[in-house]
């Protein structure tokens, strides 16, 4: 098991590497001048000067990376050239929110695609099966920046039912402050017991969360059915069916046990996509979470803030993995042979 650990963690390490290279030399590439960003297109020529020394931008590449990853190792990601804060301390404030929005998604998406598929299975070749396969397959299908449009559309403006943008009713905060613990209102709302802001914030998280969600459902989904139809066949669950267990527990003593290895490998694949995807769901609901920042970022050419975002999703995504890894090496000691 050791040896087995060593090597993924080899291997992570060598994806984040590969990763901190490409997108340095990317960002180097992408057209514009970070100075003029940072200064305002009126500086002058001094004044530009003068921002390109103080980043280091009138060094070389390859000192420029070499200053880049120092900072890396001592946590130091720039200074960001649009809001003029450490890039460290601007993640620190915005990932919370994000994680926590992506977080509740997944395990959303974990707590219906999982029944969803297991219906399927236990009724295929029915219309039961027909139509948790047409859910499933719309819900991988849909574009997300189109159903968190229609979400608004049906539950803000037809409907009235849901809040449209924003983390909770800041009209509260004249009758219920909010006290920052993490940053996050509906944590820090339930964590201090400010019931009407945590009442708030839960209804604002129902669209976004529920955009975030469709498309991981529709995989799980998918994953489980096809896993627990293979593994139904199986020499053991024949036997066990003979040895007079109910259904229920051929499904879920025998055979979604041995399914969780693909599960849990899908979860972290789309980990990843939910996390890019609330992106854009939180452009869309004026989410200020790390995708907000990011787009921000981005269209303000702040490369700092660009490279410290690519190198935190790429941290979470390797480190996940590396989870995953371990805990099917756990689940299923041929994983590690």
Not at 38 to 48: D, F, M, N, T, V
Not at 66 to 79: K, M, N
Not at 124 to 149: E, R
Not at 196 to 220: C, D, E, K, R
């Amino acid at each position: 098991m050791s040896r087995y650990v060593a090597s993924r963690v080899a291997q992570a390490f060598g994806v984040v590497l590969g990763v901190i290279v490409l997108t340095f030399v990317i960002a180097r590439l992408i057209p514009g001048d970070p100075a003029v960003a940072y200064a305002g297109p009126r500086a002058s020529a001094e004044e530009l000067a003068a921002v390109r020394e103080q980043f280091g931008l009138d060094q070389p590449l390859w000192q420029q990376f070499v200053t880049y990853i120092t900072g890396i190792v001592h946590g130091d990601l720039g200074i960001s050239l649009h809001t003029k804060q450490p890039v460290t301390s601007d993640l620190i404030q915005v990932l919370p929110t994000t994680l926590v929005l992506v977080g509740i998604a997944l395990v959303f998406a974990a707590l219906i695609g999982i029944p969803l598929g297991l219906a399927a299975a236990r009724s295929q070749g029915t219309l039961g099966d027909l139509a948790a396969k047409v859910i499933s397959i719309l819900m991988v299908s849909m574009p997300v920046f189109w159903l968190a449009i229609l979400l608004q559309i049906v539950f803000f403006s037809r409907l009235g039912w849901l809040p449209v943008a924003g983390q909770y009713d800041t009209a509260l905060d004249s009758t219920s402050p909010l006290y920052s613990v993490i940053g996050v209102p509906v944590v820090d709302a339930l964590l201090t017991g400010n019931w009407p802001v945590f009442a708030s914030a839960a209804t604002h998280l129902v669209l976004p969360v529920i955009a975030i969600a469709a498309y991981p459902i529709g995989a799980v989904a998918m994953v489980t059915r096809g896993a627990l139809l293979e593994n139904l066949g199986d020499e053991h669950i024949r036997m066990v069916r003979a040895l007079g267990f109910s259904e229920l527990s051929v499904f879920g003593r025998f055979a979604l046990r041995p399914a969780l290895n693909p599960i849990v490998s899908l979860i972290a694949l789309v980990f990843a996509y939910a996390l890019t995807n609330s992106f854009i769901v939180e452009s869309v609901f004026n989410w200020p979470g790390l995708g907000s920042y990011a787009v921000k970022a981005i269209q303000t050419l702040d490369i700092p803030a660009i490279l410290g975002v690519t190198l935190v999703v790429a941290l979470l995504y390797v480190l996940l993995n590396l989870i995953v890894d371990l805990v099917q090496a756990i689940i299923d000691p041929r994983v590690r042979a």
